[in-house]
């Protein structure tokens, strides 16, 4: 399955195996991996129990290049993750006073004196390098062995994403060697993984199936291209490829290496010196809390309106009494004098008006659960789309903010082409 | 580790080895399987290899009792889950004209025609049980082998809930026999775990620490509390566990068996009558969006304003100019302000107001990022707390949405005590 070099994720934490959590580490690891050529072929969730976790360890080890843990490196008992590579590898593990100096150095800059109990987190496996903690307290372990690299970090998100760019991406660039993969992702709005496939189908032969990755989440599609070699010419190859998606896909495409379609469509307005505001009824903030989710948001979203009662839609988004009564609050004049009022409200350059039934409940035979429709005023006037989506709430939600974001990143190209 | 009966959940899909996708079918598996006894002691994610799933499932159902796979059940070449489960169990597997029969009906309620790639979805593994697809198309399997049972779901997820509870839950149940689990879980809102931890700490001994999990997440802790035995006494031991914990947790105590803090709290301003409408800055619609990602969500929230500009905050809020100008938009002041237009703004009887820097960049030496200032208006007037947060953007203003909305729920039992 995977030719080139493998690597694997081992999350360990019970917590992790209940009904809340899930280990989401693991996505920024498989991108750090991915950059130096490591495909990620397994992932795994085990609980605090040293044999399970060792086991796990001598067994991934066994068949990938590079295996990395999250978790079980903290003061407690529970934290055995030290214990089970000791036990897996085979080798000794003991307190070193120079790390213990670390830890309670890490305390104290917190104002806080080391407690006994975290002199566990100064055990070190024999042949192991230390990672210091610049986020936290908890160090991490990197280890050599047959040829492989076993790297155990935090568990808490921002301790591991420093540790995994400052100790691990150095170490990975080293062993990924010539392997190295170069990658870029175009994000494409509104449009159907199928009919993707469909437009790009052609070019398989040309840049080879396995160098291309379709993936879709409720009305976002991403398209990664992807090419071993030299850094030079896999960005050339990586152009070439890209032109030639490019053709297919046409307005499609949204941007290229973006985290997301509302970072696409926010630098893009940033980039035209433009504002945005939305008033939102079934989506319910959902728009606002993505965009605003990107850091620096506020240089182009000057804000949002839930307006999830008819009050609202009237006194604070502008929407006409009659046509709430005449229409209805789910209904195409409703959304377009959404989009405007978010205009007039914010005194911004572009608007988005979102008003449906997410369901589960709420829909009739003219209005069924899953009709959404969505408006978008800007320089060249208000237009207006629907669509009846099936799947949950949460899924009527995200294919709505993203379909009606995605129709300003269409109208704004337009203006554009025309202006 | 686990004493009771096993399970483990198998994730089959490399677009789930990627850096955006994550295997979230785990954590409704999780609970449907705990309630009937199976404690998930592991999780896998795997690619679309018909041998590497294979090799995982033969693995798996060698240590566990329960084993449900998702996805891969699709009609293209990538879906090999079927064929992993023939090859890991040595069984045959055939084209079933009766299941063919009922996929191209699935295909025809939808208006469409059965393409032919899709008789793949009408291959059996011999001996396996049918599960049709309500919400969908591809069937499930279920097999019974030497005392385990291994599952197979769709992996969308509605599909796969709808299976779940449908076809494989009652399964559970006969099979978890006398070894059925209760739980109870207490959400606390505006704690830390290790705050939690402490304070129950002296009813371990009582209940039994393998009965009591602690699941903390941005200012919302869970209190998972759980007993085996007959359903009669189960209930009666899991109310005497809930007293004895209440004792100790007091007003922490956010709801019983509730899916989120916005649940909790929506319920409680429900069933006192009340309405509630925010006012969000740093948060940017996020507290708005959890609200309303709850069902019914309409009869209690009016709506929002995410006033992400001074402007919005004095239009739309009614912050009084000289607030901003005297305190900052960051501020006790402006945070009071905000609270109380939301109110006015939306004619409900509380408002939130929330205001602060999330980072990653924004903050002075006074005003450092992570500071967050919030208040909450009600019947009895304004009240306000601040706090400077650790973690990254998202930590901050997940915690900043929790701890906002868990003052309301505070301020609302404190009225009600005096009222």
Redesign the interface.
């Known amino acids: ?2 030719n080139g070099r493998t690597a694997a994720c081992l999350a360990v934490g019970s ?10 580490n ?2 920024a690891i ?2 750090a991996l ?1 950059r130096h050529g490591f ?11 040293e ?2 976790v060792a086991a796990a360890i001598a067994e991934l080890l066994g068949r990938v290049d590079v295996l990395i843990l999250t978790g079980g490196l903290g003061p407690t008992a529970d934290d055995i993750t030290r214990d089970a590579i000791a036990r897996a590898l085979g080798r000794r593990i003991d307190v070193d006073p120079q790390v213990e100096g670390w830890v309670r150095a890490a305390y104290e800059a917190r104002g806080r004196a080391m407690p006994e109990v975290s002199r566990r987190m100064a055990q070190v496996v024999h042949g192991a390098r230390i990672l210091p903690n610049r986020k936290g307290v908890a160090p991490g372990l990197l280890i050599s062995t047959r040829d492989r690299l076993l790297v155990a970090l935090p568990g808490v ?2 301790e591991m ?1 420093e540790m995994l760019e400052r100790e691990v991406e150095p170490e990975l660039a080293l062993r990924g060697g010539g392997a190295r993969r170069f990658s870029r992702t175009l994000l494409l709005g509104g449009v159907y993984e199928s009919a993707v496939e469909e437009q790009v189908r052609g070019l398989y032969d040309r840049f080879g199936r396995e160098n291309v ?1 379709i ?1 879709a ?1 409720c009305g976002v599609v ?1 398209l ?1 291209l992807s090419t071993g070699g030299e850094p030079a010419s896999a960005q050339r190859r990586l152009t070439e490829m890209e032109t030639a998606f490019r053709e297919q896909l046409g307005a499609d495409v949204a941007g290229v290496d973006v985290s997301s379609l509302e970072q696409a469509v926010l630098a893009e307005l940033e980039s035209a010196g433009m504002t945005l505001a ?1 008033a ?1 009824s079934c ?7 993505r ?3 990107v ?4 240089a182009v ?9 008819n ?2 839609k009237e ?2 988004v502008g929407v006409p009494h009659d046509v709430l009564i005449e229409h209805g609050a789910v209904s195409e004049p409703t959304a377009r004098a959404m989009a405007a009022g978010a205009c007039s ?3 911004s350059d572009w608007g988005v008006g979102i008003t449906g039934i997410a ?3 709420g829909g009739t035979a003219d209005k069924p659960v899953g009709l959404v429709h969505w408006a978008v005023a800007g320089p060249a006037g208000v237009v207006a789309d629907h669509r009846v989506f099936g ?5 009527v ?1 995200l294919w709505s903010a993203h379909l009606a974001l995605d129709l300003v990143r269409r109208q704004l190209a337009l203006g554009r082409r025309h202006g």
Chains 1, 2 share one sequence.
Do not use: I
């Open positions: 399955m995977a917590e992790l195996l209940g009904e809340v959590r899930l280990d989401s693991s996505l498989t991108r991915g495909q990620v072929v397994e992932k795994r969730v085990v609980g605090d129990d044999q399970t998100p921002w994403a990755t993936l989440s991403r990664v939305v939102e989506t319910g903030g959902l728009l606002s809390a965009l605003t989710d850091p620096g948001a506020s979203f000057r804000g949002g309106v839930v307006s999830y009662s009050q609202a006194d604070l409200a914010f005194t369901g589960p409940s799947g949950d709430r949460a899924s939600r």
